[in-house]
């Protein structure tokens, strides 16, 4: 079994009690096997002076297969984008959907993030790219009602065919979704529900995206809005991880806390779309809702880095809530590990301690954007100081993909210029 040590990095390891300490982390096969202050032998050894080592970032919604997209579908109304990408979707080849989702994850790994919650159809394809390129994905089979969909045969039971097909794998978790109210009726979302409960997977599905979206359904179904309607037919639970859900009251709050339901929030693509307001974030918290942070597509964030999105999403409520102590860095910061790990049900990611899965990111903390960093500024210096070009190393599943700032997996290099549709 290879080992590996990073020895002398600032860690940040996000355990329970968010401590942050100088010492050594020894890697055993894919696993931590030890943080400290001694120095363990190793067959390989990372010099972490000058770096801070944190759990790898995990974002947790976003469409990689569409990453050919940026900057084509930009500054138009999500209606219009909808109606676009949909038309788009329709149209595209299994050979484009490899080569974008590479061109996608190419981009994450770069950013620091070692696992991705993805929601489309095809992940079959978009999998074999996760492991070709070595990052973690959490990929959720988009579903929707059958007389909507461009899916041959039937989406729900697509979907349970790919988790049958792809459980069991070390960098792949298949999983669910649902598109939305807006395509999917009841019977969708309890037949992707079952489907969930019979696999033991997570559902992820947009939710209260838009103005628009809430009250076309509040008119469709004289009162109701989708968030109250999914709770009272049984949906809402555990397994779900809504994506946006910026138009919700406080009682639809509750109601998702009452589910146990969590909440991936997508700021800076929310904001670029202009959807009109803003994810009720501190409610969420205060309500014990568990609230992670995802890219969203490159279409529509036309990024897939969520170091800026804990940024401008942390910026955004300040403003909004008119107190800069609404949110902070450590809650930023959590929402990209240990929220978003917990949000994926999983137990061995998100942190950095002994038994841990090896999924590790050293930031220069010699880039003149984090200089000065210490022990007592690391995490403000990752939320509010940091951007891509700080991440020098990214490791997963005890596997270096990314050294000194250059990727070093084969899988992203000589990727086509073209060829992605």
Known sequence: MKSMLIRNAIIVSQDINRSVFRGNILIEGNRIAYTGPEEKGADEIIDGTGSIAMPGMINTHCHVAMTHLRGQIDDVPLSSFLERTFKLDGERTEKGLYNSALLGIREMVHSGVTSFLDLYYSEDVIARAVEKAGIRGFLAWNTLDEDKTTQKGNPVKNAHHFIGEFRGRDLVTPAIGVQGIYVAGDETYLSALDVADREDTIIHGHL???REEVYNFVKASKGERPIEHLSKIGFLGP????AHSVWATLNEVRLLSKASASVS???????????????????????GVTVSIGSDSTASNNSQDVISSMKFGSIWVKNDRWNPASTNAQMLLDMVTVNAAASLKRKDIGVIAPGMLADIVLMDAGNPRMAPTTISNAVSNIVYSADTSCVSDVIVNGVILKRGGSLLR???EDLPFEDYN
């Open 208 to 210: 209260a995206e838009t």
């Open 239 to 242: 397994r779900f991880i809504a």
């Open 265 to 287: 929030w997508n700021p800076v693509s929310n904001a670029k779309l202009g959807v009109g307001g803003i994810a009720p974030i501190p409610e969420y918290l205060n309500n």
């Open 410 to 412: 084969p899988a992203y």
